[in-house]
């Protein structure tokens, strides 16, 4: 059985509240979970210590035990300080869209052509 440290959503639509829980990988987001280990609400402001809260211990019970966290909860457990901080590295992050880069090419040609017709004359 192979164990995820996830979040499950509650609240209401339009505002999000999320549990962290251990649960089986196969069961569904909202389903079935062992155990409860926190709470997330990403409506608090980011420096409230009521934004993100989590049982430490039974969180890492459930690590040593082979559970796998999400990315997002994994995020948390390093800010926590609980896991050690990964190296992420997306270049294609700060590069922009394929119709931005379009755009950028006409405006460049254009700039191209307005420069080079005054310089004819």
């Known amino acids: 059985m192979a164990m995820k440290i996830r979040l499950a959503r509650g609240g209401s ?3 999000p509240f999320y549990r962290i829980v251990a649960a089986d990988s196969r069961m569904a987001r909202d389903g079935r979970f062992i155990e409860k280990l926190g709470t997330y609400n990403p409506l608090l402001p980011k420096d409230s210590e009521d934004r993100v809260k989590m049982d ?7 690590l040593a035990k082979g559970a796998q966290p999400t990315d997002r909860v994994a995020r948390m457990l390093e800010a926590a300080g609980v896991l ?3 190296t992420r590295s997306n ?3 700060a590069l922009p869209g394929k119709k931005a880069q379009a755009r950028a090419e006409e405006k460049a040609a254009k700039a191209a052509e307005a420069a080079a017709a005054p310089a004819e004359e």
């Open 56 to 62: 430490i211990e039974a969180i890492k019970t459930w």
């Open 13 to 15: 639509k339009k505002r």
């Open 91 to 93: 270049p294609q992050r």
């Open 84 to 86: 050690e901080k990964k």
